[in-house]
């Protein structure tokens, strides 16, 4: 028997309005906290075509693209894999100014053709920033820093990020007497932490005994100063081993001064995928969750493939992953956005479109009904819409008139049948419920 056809592709999500609400808060949460860092939103295209973005896209992402060809010009389109490339593109044909460096954010969607079985979203959200034009210890330690004040602001806990540079394990393959083959190979099981393979690409090639050992051990090599210190000691008085070593450090020294070393972890296997970049990489993770967050690093070679020469630094977060992380934590939050319902006899509303129109230059959502009559006999009818559309405030439109003009506000819990019943006047109805709304947030 067939199994039954899905109706959704698998790795697609659709996110109802509860879940989006507060999925486009944490956004907000997250680029306005970019914001001032001096980093502005840019929007990017869903798709471009394929023989100029591909110059930019690694070689396992570049398997993955959604292809599909272009009906007025013949070329073959990408739906968006990767924001990174896309950006070093845009920056590379002048698009982003020539002040530099320059400093992008974004919020986007990418898609990638990931098998089921790996368990990846095949459509995943992403927020992220680019620094380019900057070649700088500080520049990297500002994007580093700036993850550790990201996750700080949105309320994640136990978090870490893995800090490391894929230059001083290249050197040191670089020095190893590999043939190239064999340098690609090592960086290859290296990235993918398959150490049986990359011991057995080093015996193929009979290596000394002591370089062997040394390769094996940097993907291992995990801490804090004492990680440099077993690096130096590798180096020597190499300066293309020692030069990767020295900016780390300088890196790690600038969080120290933030006071986000204890949240840190200096990783000489930190790798990230040697053909995307080139000097200082970073991965985030989160105690419950198997995959990271989110990472990043320095590719100073991306936007000369497509042109022009930029040192670019930047770094991604999935926004899914990073939600269920709050979540586990108890920090993901309501939406903030609980609607008001307002009930009103038809003969009255003029008025109580003029109130709603009011409530929400306020910033309180209201959803409008119309009743033949609002009366206090209305009230137990209200409470149960109220109850059946998940609302907890409804305001009925029995206006009593004069200089204290007022309606009544029902306010109702899970917890009592009987809901609370308070007379407001017209010109406070805004400012308490927002402090409500704002109350239970």
Not at 223 to 240: P, T
């Amino acid at each position: 028997m067939k199994p039954p056809r899905s109706l959704i592709p698998i790795g697609i999500a659709t996110l109802l309005p509860q879940t989006a609400q507060r999925v486009r808060k944490l956004e907000d949460q997250l680029l306005g906290y970019l914001a001032r860092w001096g980093y502005q939103e840019i929007i990017l295209p869903t798709f471009e075509y394929l023989d100029v973005l591909s110059v930019g896209l690694a070689p396992e992402i570049l398997d993955k693209c959604y292809k599909f060809s272009d009906r007025t010009s013949g070329r073959m389109l990408v739906l968006r894999p990767d924001a990174t490339a896309q950006i070093a593109r845009m920056v590379a044909m002048g698009l982003g100014g020539d002040v530099l460096p320059l400093r992008f954010s974004y919020r986007t969607t990418v898609f990638r053709d990931e098998l089921e079985h790996r368990g990846r979203d095949r459509e995943v959200f992403q927020v992220g920033i680019e620094l380019i034009g900057n070649d700088t210890s500080q520049g990297d330690a500002e994007m580093v820093t700036m993850l550790a004040g990201l996750f700080e602001k949105v309320g994640l806990q136990e978090w870490k990020i893995s800090l490391g540079h894929v230059g001083f394990f290249k050197a040191l393959l670089s020095r190893s007497g590999l043939s190239a083959t064999g340098r690609k190979q090592a960086e290859l099981a290296a990235a993918n932490k398959d150490l049986p393979q990359l011991e057995q690409i080093l015996a193929t090639e009979r290596l000394p005994r002591k370089i062997v050992r040394n390769i094996l051990q940097v993907p291992e090599r995990c801490g804090q100063q004492d990680v440099l210190e077993w690096g130096k000691r590798i180096a020597g008085k190499d300066a293309q081993l020692l030069k990767p070593l020295h900016r780390l450090e300088q890196v790690f020294q600038q969080l120290e001064y933030a006071g986000f070393q204890q949240h840190v972890l200096l990783d000489l296997g930190e790798f990230r995928g040697f053909d995307y970049y080139d000097g200082v990489v970073f991965d985030v993770f989160t105690s419950g969750l198997g995959s990271e967050i989110g990472g990043g690093g320095r590719y100073n070679h991306l936007v000369g493939r497509f042109g022009q020469d930029r040192p670019a630094i930047g770094f991604g977060l999935d926004l899914d992953r990073m939600f269920s992380a709050l979540e586990r934590g108890g920090h993901a939050g309501n939406n903030g956005l609980a609607p008001v319902l307002l009930l009103a006899s038809a003969s009255q509303s003029r008025e109580s479109f003029l109130l709603a129109q009011t409530l929400r230059a306020a910033g309180i959502p209201v959803i409008a009904e119309a009743l033949e009559r609002v009366h206090t006999s209305s009230l137990p009818w209200a409470v149960q819409e109220a109850r059946r559309r998940g609302l907890s405030r409804v305001i009925l439109y029995e206006r009593k008139k004069g200089p204290s003009a007022s309606v009544l506000l029902l306010e109702i819990s899970g917890s009592s049948r009987k809901p609370r019943q308070t007379r407001v006047a017209l010109q406070e109805l805004p400012q308490r419920l927002r402090e409500e709304i704002h109350g239970n947030f």
